[in-house]
């Protein structure tokens, strides 16, 4: 078995494969002071309260864009785990060919959705993920990455809005009608609707420019639900695509020295 962690700005996520079973995945909230007995400590209690057993895990693998949690939660691993993690970055194998004039620049965090995509889906793809940004990025048939877009995510916006509207409240972020009725599904009709219309236009704008009507839109993130509800923009929802991605480069790289 392999433990998979995927830490970004918001949350870190965390899963165990079996082989290519996902058997066991757990959500926490990313924290830059946590020291690295305390992740350690926290890494062993989640399995306590799992079916699965700390000591059938063989590797770690981390993908992060939050450099300073790495000092704690690598020390963590090493620690209480006693294993050496594989961490991603520049220069792994992937599979996938970043036409970027500085590949270095990609975030960790799309790499791995787009190795995830590729390989579960193939290609052309665009592949949206619902994070603390918004993230658009593209794909050809042969796995060349073509173009990304980085929006602001929708809980940014909603944190904006009420920080610099001090009458207006904080909301939880869900579909509602656009006949609304108080402030609050006032904000949540615009929060929403604005980020469908979001969605729409931009996958119609890179399907229009790459002439590829019938490429495959692979969404990921918690908030993907709340944009496609009846799916009709999405052809692939996969909510753990990130730490597939995780399985897939260890498999891609764990005989490389």
Not at 32 to 40: A, Q, V
Not at 49 to 67: N, Y
Not at 201 to 228: H, N, S
Request: with cysteine; charged share 20%; proline share 3%.
């Amino acid at each position: 078995m392999i433990l998979v962690i995927d830490v970004s700005n918001t949350n870190t996520t965390l899963g165990v494969f079996d082989g290519h079973c996902l058997v066991a995945n757990w959500r926490l909230s990313t924290l830059n002071n946590r020291t690295s007995d305390e992740t350690g400590m926290l890494l062993r209690m989640l399995f306590v309260h799992s079916e699965v057993s700390i000591a059938d895990i063989e590797a770690v693998v981390v993908s992060s864009v939050v450099p300073n949690v790495m000092y704690s939660l690598l020390n963590g691993i090493k620690k209480y785990l006693q294993k050496e993690p594989m961490v991603v970055k520049a220069g792994m194998k992937t599979g996938i060919n970043l036409r970027m004039e500085n590949p270095k620049e990609m975030g960790t965090d799309r790499i791995v959705n787009l190795v995830a995509a590729y390989e579960l889906y193939g290609g052309p793809a665009i592949v949206i993920d619902y994070s603390t940004a918004t993230t658009f990025d593209v794909l050809s048939e042969n796995g060349e990455f073509l173009t990304g877009i980085t929006a602001p995510g929708m809980q940014i916006c909603a944190d904006a809005l009420t920080q610099r509207a001090a009458q207006l409240p904080k909301i939880e972020i869900k579909q509602t009608s656009l006949i609304t009725k108080n402030t609050v599904e006032s904000i949540q009709a615009g929060l929403v609707v604005g980020h469908i219309g979001e969605a729409r236009y931009i996958v119609e704008q890179i399907k229009d420019w790459f002439d590829m009507p019938k490429m495959k839109v692979v969404a990921t993130g918690g908030l993907a639900r709340v944009i496609d509800e009846n799916e009709e923009i999405f052809d692939v929802y996969d909510p753990v695509l990130s730490l597939q991605g995780l399985r897939l480069l260890y498999e891609k790289n764990k005989n490389r020295k």
